[in-house]
């Protein structure tokens, strides 16, 4: 990727991201490309590389606001890495909690699709189960 310079449409076919995602890290200041003279966007090296350390990191669940510290201890050759892995276990932690939430909510839909007789008839327990609560 040396001396390579591109627009926005090169950058977007070169990281695999959409154009209107790589104008949106530009507004919140995740990527900051140089201007030419006609204004146009000019992606360099560093901006597709900060891209791509974007687009991987949201690829794992990463938020964007922990993309931006992410990006800031990337950028920080002082850093620490234990403010790294800090991040990684936050995440993992969060990933663990969502796991047992998805597979709780396997659990009840199971339940649910296995005590319905798919027939012709009216009388569905999932349909009353979702109706449960629902004022009249």
């Excluded at 040396?2 to 995740?30: F, Q, V, W």
């Excluded at 590389?49 to 606001?65: I, K, M, P, Y």
């Excluded at 007789?117 to 999932?126: A, K, L």
């Amino acid at each position: 990727m040396k001396g390579i310079s591109m627009n926005i449409g090169e950058a977007s076919r070169a990281t695999g991201l959409p154009s209107k995602t790589i104008r949106y890290y530009e507004e919140i200041k995740l990527v900051i490309p140089a201007r030419l003279e006609n204004s146009y966007r000019d992606y360099g090296p560093v901006d597709l590389h900060r891209l791509a350390f974007v687009q991987r990191a949201r690829s794992l669940g990463f938020s964007v606001d922990e993309c931006r510290q992410l990006l800031s201890l990337y950028d920080d050759k002082a850093r620490a890495s234990s403010d790294v892995k800090k991040l990684a276990l936050e995440k993992l932690s969060e990933i663990d909690k969502k796991l047992i939430e998805l597979k709780s909510l396997r659990s009840t839909l199971n339940s649910l699709a296995n005590n319905c007789h798919g027939d012709d008839r009216p009388d569905c327990p999932i349909i009353e189960e979702f109706a449960k609560g629902i004022a009249k």
